[in-house]
């Protein structure tokens, strides 16, 4: 009687992945705005880390006990594949999470005007210099990284109360290393989500790098979720029968 509706769990990934694409995708193009001519710094990097990270944690505690806060295929898709999550309600939510995707980098032209488009919107891209193979190791090992941690911190015998800051903080620092390489998007709905409003607003896209985000995005968080599995399955946890999203995932994130 105390559990969410379907409609309100994707409701709350609709808004949970609308926020975080609001404030961490719109952390680029707003510092790039304000930097002007000045060149891009490290310092700029871990201020566009530090939004992505704080809106994750924000979001964690705000949206958690009421859809599980996934706002990322990857982390849908790693809980199905290790069967914490019904593989019937992945299209939903991953559908909620584009959409959400879509608003959130609507919410960024809205707010910041058509500049933001023009200095890319925060668009996901491979750096100077980086091929294919260097692009899809980048997104896999950044995204592996997040799942993993996702899946740890909701563990039965994780500390209580901390997965919102330790996921946020595992977000925060992968964009670090991963961000020269690919923009470390970590996210499907993050990469595809503001590279449909970019276009739309006559903005340059690469959709020719849109599958290698896709396919390393979503085989890196299922393969973080295969093995955190691995490592951390004991008997007690063979007994558990596959449980619905909402007692697995209530700390869960990005």
Do not use: C
Request: charged share 10%.
């Amino acid at each position: 009687m105390d559990e969410p509706t379907t409609l309100q769990q994707l409701a709350a990934e609709v808004i949970g992945t609308a926020l975080l694409v609001f404030v961490g995708v719109g952390a680029v193009p707003a510092t790039l705005m304000v930097n002007g001519d000045a060149p891009f710094t490290m310092a700029d990097l871990g201020m566009i880390s530090l939004a992505f990270g704080t809106v994750v944690v924000a979001t964690v505690y705000a949206l958690g006990h009421v859809s599980g806060n996934h706002i990322n295929p990857a982390v849908t898709v790693g809980l199905a594949v290790t069967g914490k999550f019904p593989w019937s309600r992945v299209p939903a939510y991953i559908a909620a999470q584009l959409v959400g995707a879509v608003l959130g980098a609507g919410a960024i032209l809205a707010v910041l005007g058509p500049r933001a488009s023009e200095v890319g919107l925060g668009v996901a891209a491979f750096g100077s210099g980086v091929g294919v193979a260097q692009a899809f190791a980048a997104e896999f090992v950044g995204t592996f990284a997040l799942v993993f941690v996702v899946f740890g911190a909701v563990h039965r015998k994780a500390a209580a109360g901390f997965a919102g800051v330790a996921i946020g903080l595992v977000v925060f620092a992968v964009i670090i290393p991963v961000a020269p390489a690919t923009s470390a998007a970590i996210n499907p709905a993050r990469t595809v989500g503001p590279m449909i409003v970019q276009a739309l607003a006559g903005g340059s896209v690469h959709w020719g790098q849109l599958p290698v985000y896709v396919l390393a995005e979503l085989l890196g968080g299922a393969a973080a979720a295969v093995a955190y599995t691995a490592v951390s399955r004991t008997p007690a946890d063979r007994a558990e029968t596959t449980v619905d999203s909402q007692p697995l995932v209530a700390e869960t994130a990005e």
